[in-house]
């Protein structure tokens, strides 16, 4: 039996503080190719899965919607480690194994993000704030027509980097995370997307979205957007999200 896993929680989430060794399902939510999902016990924690047929068909976008559905419901619950999408285990053992190999890593996160929520800042810097980023082509050759254009590439990404810099910083300043974590990516010509991931208190979160419209007459150059609160996919370690 294959189980396909969603997230790691603790295992009293979902038992009213009861323990219990069997698998048991969880009521009112569906999972992959609308599969019953279940909580899966090992120790103090539970892993939360449904039953998978490998024959079935490769994975897509329809089935990332549903993975992250589960994850979403069992975060309103409590403390969630989520699993990497795709995250298959081929047995029981293969699944017990993997939670008893990670079980301090699995146990200092869950202390670290008790309490804990992540949200998503997205500025769209607009056209005509920056120099236009136009691709830079790099010739085959080598000679001075390359070193030139290197240059040229290495101007512009630098301007790039800097102007993101300075706006995450701003970002921080006004809703003081806990942590963060930021991503810069060109959009068309001449345009930029800054995605900042913050973890925040569970209890701060109405506090963090009121800062909104103060964000908003303050970055005039680009247009701005908040959304959370989400599980904190952006703050595991790293074995964490590849522990299939």
Known sequence: M?????????????????????????EGIQGVNGATVLSYPSGEFSVIVSEFDRSAGNLDDKHVLEHARVVSVCFRQ????????????????SLRQAVRNNRRAFGESVARLKG???????????KGTLKPFNDVQIPDTVGGEYLIKLREKAVADRERQTKAKALSVQVHRLFSPLEEEVSCKRVNTDGMLIDIAHLIDSKSVEKYQNRYTNAAKQFKDCEISVSGPWPPYHFLPGKLRTVA
Request: charged share 25%; hydrophobic share 35%.
């Open 78 to 93: 409590g403390t969630v480690l989520p699993f990497r999408f795709g995250t298959i285990f081929d047995s029981d053992e």
């Open 2 to 26: 294959s189980w396909y896993a969603y997230c790691l929680t603790e295992h009293r989430n979902h038992t009213n503080g009861t323990r219990t060794r069997r698998p048991f399902i969880l």
């Open 116 to 126: 804990k929520a992540e949200m998503h800042v997205k500025l769209l810097v607009r």
